[in-house]
């Protein structure tokens, strides 16, 4: 059959956003199910062939945006230990996975409609912005202050927890930023400080996020360090191998997550 003798077929695909910020898909809930499956982030990454880095940055981000922990880990046992998704996971695993079987049947129906559709169809594609920043953070913004030049926007997002930010008036303008406006934080991972005694200290930055570490990753020169906050919410933080060794990091260890006002971008909701 010659190609323009080929009848136009339309495929398309379901995922899910909060507050404009990708949630999951199709590859997403797979490593979820596989998690529920196998009862472990290694043998999952590897079944759906993803790396366990990208694994737990996927669960991570998932859990941030989530407001709530989709997967936990497990402690002890005969195993030693394990992970497995919360009620809250299974249930968006079920839902997911229902509402893409009606999806499908419904872009069938409308490929059946598309025969004969003539060969300037047009066809439109969805842009997906990326960031670089490991941590974000989706919230509501609860306070605005005014200074002479910037403004100091306060953000709360899962567990309660306070984010502050440092924007131009320009920008509380441009993006709308008033309190009860949603938002979402982007905090680089190189501007987090970890600190593990923090009693009596004070400090010029702004933020104070304290939680328990639940990784710490090593590489060849700094090491990934990731700390669960109350709520279900993670942050990250890129260290030296010398300061993660000096400051004796170990998952469990309470520590303190420091950044400056400065060092968070704002942005809102597509």
Request: contains cysteine; positive net charge.
């Amino acid at each position: 059959m010659a190609p323009k003798d080929k009848p136009i077929e339309l495929h398309g695909s379901i995922w899910m956003t909060v507050g404009g910020e990708n949630l999951g898909g199709p590859g997403r809930v797979a490593l979820l199910a596989k998690i529920a499956e196998c009862g472990s982030i290694t043998q999952a990454a590897k079944a759906i062939k993803m790396s366990y880095k990208a694994a737990w940055d996927a669960i991570d981000n998932m859990n941030n945006l989530a407001g709530e922990p989709l997967v936990e880990r497990l402690t002890g046992g005969k195993g030693g230990g394990g992970t497995r998704l919360t009620r809250r996971g299974e249930q968006l695993v079920k839902n997911f996975k229902l509402i893409e079987r009606e999806h499908r049947c419904f872009v069938d129906r409308l490929s059946r409609q598309a025969e004969g559709i003539a060969d300037d169809f047009l066809l439109l594609r969805r842009i997906d912005m990326k960031t670089s920043a490991r941590n974000q953070f989706l919230g509501k913004v609860t306070q605005v202050r005014q200074g002479a030049v910037n403004d100091e926007i306060e953000l709360e997002v899962a567990g309660g927890q306070k984010i502050v930010a440092i924007v131009t008036h320009e920008s509380t303008d441009g993006l709308g930023l008033h309190p009860g406006a949603d938002a979402f934080a982007l905090i680089k991972s190189s501007s987090i400080i970890i600190v593990t005694d923090d009693e009596g200290a004070r400090f010029s930055a702004r933020n104070r996020l304290t939680g328990t570490v639940s990784r710490v990753q090593p590489g060849a020169v700094n090491t990934e360090v990731v700390v669960e906050l109350p709520g279900g919410g993670t942050v990250a933080a890129i260290i030296t191998n010398e300061s993660s060794n000096a400051l004796g990091l170990a998952v469990g260890a309470r520590v303190t997550a420091i950044f400056k006002a400065s060092s968070v971008i704002l942005g809102i909701p597509a």
